[in-house]
């Protein structure tokens, strides 16, 4: 295990001081545990899903996070009026494109018009990323079929077409926003195999924003966090289901 | 941690004995936690969510609970006909405003309108009792800004003028029925880190009315056993992920 | 615990082996657990569940589950839908009637009418399963209020009709196809104080006839791989709490 970086721990403590509300938008079937790992971080979480309300809920929310994950068409109009609202207010946003690619083009879609309202971080594995940036991404469903290093490319272009810093994951994470590239390793090989630490990971860097980190380093942050946490974890875990709650309790230990 | 009352494991036994089915309607992240703990506790919950499949169900559920967490238009549609088809069979139900206030005015009104069909017992923090007796509550999103202590005049009118009895939740919960009142201590710092402990608190409640429980005994005894399995469980927890596994261990052993 | 048989260990080797992505539909608040479960044991899942992302997804899919749980109105549309696609494209597909009895008779419906899309699979408690057989189940809710034993005849006669293999979950699984019908013992009573335990089996189930497992072997697999998963974590389990992760656990460990 890394030991967690200084300015990652001095983030980590702005969070639990800050304790920002993050409104996640998504239907995956992990926001339990996305909520969960945003109280052990340290910030509060509010997952308001009805377009009727989501608009009135911007201004109270100080960061958002929009996540695809068994996105429906109710819910795809409550993210274009969340994301509406937050680029109006000034709120930053992370887009995780979960699952995007040639067997889901209406996701696809959805993810790209998306992408027009501003995201400050989009962080996708492999395949979604490539997919989001135009290419061919090659995935089916939740998993990369694309290794990191063949969608940096990918990643860099989409980073300086769009402003926003955009984060690779997989075995190594990577993020860039199109000029400098950085790596982010450690982790576990058990965190895949728990449904949810993807979406958790972008739901905590919407959070870090929201406590007034600035995207690269929200970005830098969350990865440090969830690869030290992660790797602290499985040394305590028999197996997926042992590591869950161990990892909630690191990230809950975390820089403390 | 106090003992828990020989009448609160009166109730739980009877719970037990009876393992009533309770109708829980929720849009909460927590719906899994909610379902785990009824279970773990001694009820049985179904999540019947479809308009057109809760009124005839309504006849099977010995207890209704209406939780507002990411409530959508459909399924505060299947509210109304749920808590109408309860008031038509009188079976009683629990109603948890969550995360009601001024950054949700939609909830606040749906809240208001469900208010009518007369619950058993509201149960909410500060914020959102607060709300719902017609004051300013402060609230955004699903924690309380306004202590209990500060609820408590709003909780004893809404209990007055409704005929519930009225639950607010905090490090200490308060009950009141307009008359009496009275303070459940116990509990840990790590519950509100959990999410949905709130909301399974207000299951436990709507299955123990299932059982026969009074409304106040209901509430009470809720209390107290959530009071008592989350202090008994943070003894064995090193953070908010092995608090919950450790939490319904207890809730499943409490007086047996 | 009986160990687990070599036939069902060499079908957990192929689902290791191919990784089958298995299309989850479901409404059902252990989404998150049918998740995990099915990364545990070593197959992938999406819960894809809109109508409109269902039929082009389903080229993806290499086997589907199809679960009642909490069903809606528009899933139960995406859920026509999938199994129409998945018929037409040879890809094999478990039908899980969660719920389905007098309560509920809008979900029954919805039940038999999918039935006619050919199930590989059809996994039920006793209630559901004598209702779905057109008998009268006498359940409410998701527990059984029948006897294994009482569903074989309408276990039988339903796999005769359909030409799926018939799946009765109870202490003691019994599946059949209704020539030869076979008991799989084991298993815990922890398991059905976790919600989704049984919907996890029919994820299971479809996932190993997406490895190229045959039904008969799959059913049996599936059951007999939970018996002994189940087994093993009730003996390190200190309630319904702790069982939970050291199932998955154990299922991620099974055979390895």
């Known amino acids: ?3 967690l970086p200084s300015e990652a721990a001095s983030d980590l403590a702005a969070l639990r001081r800050t304790r ?3 409104h996640c938008l998504t239907g995956s079937p992990a926001r339990m545990f996305i909520a969960n790992a945003l109280l052990a971080a340290g910030a509060s ?3 308001v899903a009805s377009e009727e309300e989501v608009a009135a809920f911007a ?3 100080r960061a958002v996070l929009v996540n695809l994950g068994s996105v429906t068409p109710p819910l795809a109009r409550a993210m274009h009026a969340a994301v509406a609202a937050a680029r109006a ?4 946003w992370v887009l995780d494109p979960a699952a995007i690619g040639a067997a889901l083009p209406t996701r696809t879609a959805l993810a790209t018009a998306l992408l027009a309202a501003g995201p400050a971080i989009v962080k996708g594995n492999a395949s979604e990323i490539l997919t989001l940036s135009g290419g061919e991404g090659g995935g089916s469903g939740p998993d990369a079929t ?3 290093a063949a969608a940096l490319p990918a990643a860099e272009a989409l980073a300086r077409r769009t402003g ?3 984060v690779v994951t997989g075995p190594v994470d990577a993020l860039t926003d199109g000029q400098e590239t950085r790596d982010v390793p450690g982790g576990d090989a058990l965190m895949p195999l728990v449904t949810g630490t993807g979406c ?3 739901g905590l860097m919407a959070a870090l924003l929201g406590a007034g980190v600035p995207p690269w380093r929200a970005a830098q942050t969350g990865c440090a966090a969830f690869a030290d946490a992660g790797a602290a974890a499985a040394r305590h875990a028999a197996g997926p289901g042992s590591f869950a709650p161990a990892f909630l309790d690191r990230l809950y230990a975390l820089g403390r």
Chains 1, 2, 3 share one sequence.
Request: overall charge neutral; charged content about 0%; aromatic content about 0%.
């Open 1 to 3: 295990m890394l030991p």
């Open 20 to 22: 920002p509300l993050t």
């Open 45 to 47: 979480s509010a997952m």
């Open 59 to 61: 201004a109270a929310a």
């Open 89 to 92: 207010a000034g709120t930053p």
């Open 146 to 148: 694309a290794s990191v």
């Open 164 to 166: 926003a810093v955009v």
């Open 200 to 202: 958790a990971l972008g």
